[in-house]
């Protein structure tokens, strides 16, 4: 009989052992987890902001080159604003074909990447 209390408790032990060291993993993958996706953020945030500013110094040179050559400063600036209106066109009819689904499946293979 002292074998079975003994062995329980044992068991007992073992178990809280167990359930212990699976808090402790669990806690470990969700902050590597959540380090990384802040991470990535960072980056991403980063990217994104010296992008807009290269972009934005990039289509106004180009704007002002158009306007030396074409010699009007108003049809630089409207021809590179006629080629943002053709890419918001051309995204808005691609959306639910093509980005939407892009989006989709970068965003789902990212959460089951191992």
Do not use: C
Request: proline fraction near 1%; charge should be positive; avoid cysteine.
């Amino acid at each position: 009989m002292e074998d079975l209390k003994t062995n329980f408790t044992s068991l007992k032990q073992h178990a809280t052992d167990y359930a212990q060291t699976y808090v402790q993993l669990a806690k470990a993958k969700a902050t590597a987890s959540a380090s990384t996706a802040a991470a990535g953020a960072a980056i991403g945030v980063t990217a994104v902001l010296l992008t807009v500013f290269f972009m934005i110094f990039l289509f106004t040179g180009i704007a002002w080159w158009l306007s030396t050559v074409l010699n009007s400063n108003a049809a630089g600036f409207f021809i590179v604003a006629g080629f943002f209106l053709l890419l918001l066109v051309l995204i808005f009819a691609l959306r639910k074909k093509v980005i939407v689904p892009w989006i989709r499946n970068t965003i789902i293979s990212k959460v089951y990447e191992s």
